[in-house]
């Protein structure tokens, strides 16, 4: 900025703010921050809507309660939709600052999905609100491209590349890849398991090391990129899948160790075993895929979300388990009728019975040969059923819900997408 005085006064609907040069270098809020690149009032005046040069004062005539909340979003880092103001509304004020709707909280993103397809839209864009060419060139990252530069630019490309596989072509790509080895890998793992596998392996061993070797090294190189561009340590640390891979990554490692150590794997007893264990929770990286394909996410969102309902479900099945195998070791084994089924000797014995009858899966390994455990093996079905299905309503609801969601973030990204490949 080669005009104006060293303070910044920004005006929006009647309420003022003011900054010194350099916050407004670095504004986190790109139509702010490109104040500073302004070298005459013309230039100004294409961000603002008018300027006062004795005050150096920029007026923006919008909603001033809206910005009030983009000014927590700037401090915090959390942004939620101002109460009693229209979502679209809100999202418009959004869009005319330089933000997106990923930079809303989950439950305000969840808000803003439903509103627009309540009226069948499936996003705005800042050509709605008259940004300028340049600005609507790519608004779905404006604002980090803005306030982040150099190193931490590139870090955050890199962070967004492998945690957002539809960022970016390059994402796409490194996802594409990922998932290669995420198949490879399994085919090796469950190759592994056939009876000719080891005189196979024998045979051929540098081969399957090689491609084991290179396998494990794409999931470590992976693992440690993402945990040093990480933005909250802390936070990647406690992350399910994250844990996942560290723990089907060390066997390996430890493998490899014992061997240049002398140390048969063998000859480890119980700390064989559990590296044995650890192995095979490889099988856990078919989880990585969920990032990629949009019906895996909806079953995770899906769970997520009806938590309380899958308790409630558990809770019903685990109480009429309880009343239904007492009831079921009384009437076969317990009463000493004549006829004494050893199959029901106890009541966790019973239990399985229960449980494979509610369920209406039926092996028919075991069943009551009284007339009385018969008429409580068709309540238990019944009951069974009925149990069972009252809690799936609102787990069915909560998934068509959240697939509706997925699908329109998807499609999104997708236009983000298309637009950095014709540029």
Excluded at 67 to 82: D, W
């Amino acid at each position: 900025m080669k005009f104006g005085k060293s303070i910044c006064v920004l005006n929006v609907g009647g309420t003022r703010y003011a900054f010194s040069r350099e916050v407004i270098r670095d504004f986190p809020l790109r139509r702010v921050s490109r104040l500073h690149a302004c070298a005459t009032e013309k230039e100004v005046l294409e961000l603002c809507d008018d300027y006062d040069r004795d005050r150096n004062e920029f007026f923006f005539d919008r909603h001033a309660q809206a910005f009030v909340f983009i000014m927590l979003y700037v401090r915090s880092g959390k942004l939620r939709f101002v109460p009693g103001v229209c979502e679209l509304s809100f999202y418009t004020e959004m869009l005319y600052w330089g933000l997106e709707s990923a930079h809303l909280d989950s439950c305000c993103q969840k808000r803003l999905d439903d509103r627009m397809s309540e009226i069948g839209l499936d996003s705005l864009s800042e050509g709605n609100i008259r940004l300028s060419d340049d600005e609507s060139q790519s608004p779905a990252d404006s604002v980090q491209r803005t306030a982040l530069s150099g190193r931490a630019r590139w870090l955050e490309k890199m962070r967004k590349a492998f945690e957002e596989p539809n960022s970016s072509l390059a994402a796409q790509l490194l996802a594409s890849v990922s998932v290669i080895f995420v198949i490879v890998s399994m085919i090796m793992l469950c190759a592994s398991t056939l009876p000719d596998w080891d005189t196979a392996k024998r045979n051929t061993v540098e081969e399957h090391r090689i491609v084991e070797a290179v396998c494990i090294g794409w999931f470590t190189a992976e693992c440690i990129v993402r945990f040093l561009v990480a933005r909250d340590k802390w936070d990647f640390l406690r992350r399910p899948l994250n844990i996942i891979d560290v723990i089907a990554i060390t066997p390996y490692y430890v493998t490899m160790a014992m061997a240049r150590a002398g140390i048969p794997g063998a000859g480890l007893g119980v700390a064989g075993v559990i590296l044995r264990v650890l192995r095979m929770m490889r099988v856990l990286w078919l989880m990585k895929l969920a990032r990629h394909f949009l019906g895996l996410q909806t079953l995770g969102l899906t769970l997520r979300r009806c938590y309380r309902e899958m308790i409630m479900l558990m809770v019903f099945v685990c109480v009429a388990m309880a009343i239904y195998s007492a009831l079921a070791q009384l009437l076969e084994h317990g009463l000493d009728l004549g006829i004494q089924n050893q199959d029901y000797a106890s009541i966790p014995a019973a239990a399985w019975w229960v449980i494979i009858s509610m369920t209406t899966v039926g092996y028919g390994d075991v069943y009551p040969v009284t007339i009385g455990g018969r008429v409580l093996g068709g309540m238990c079905v019944v009951s069974g059923i009925v149990l069972l299905a009252l809690p799936i309503t609102f787990i069915y609801h909560s998934f068509v819900q959240c697939y509706h969601e997925l699908k329109l973030r998807s499609a999104r990204y997708a236009r983000s997408l298309s637009a950095e490949i014709l540029q």
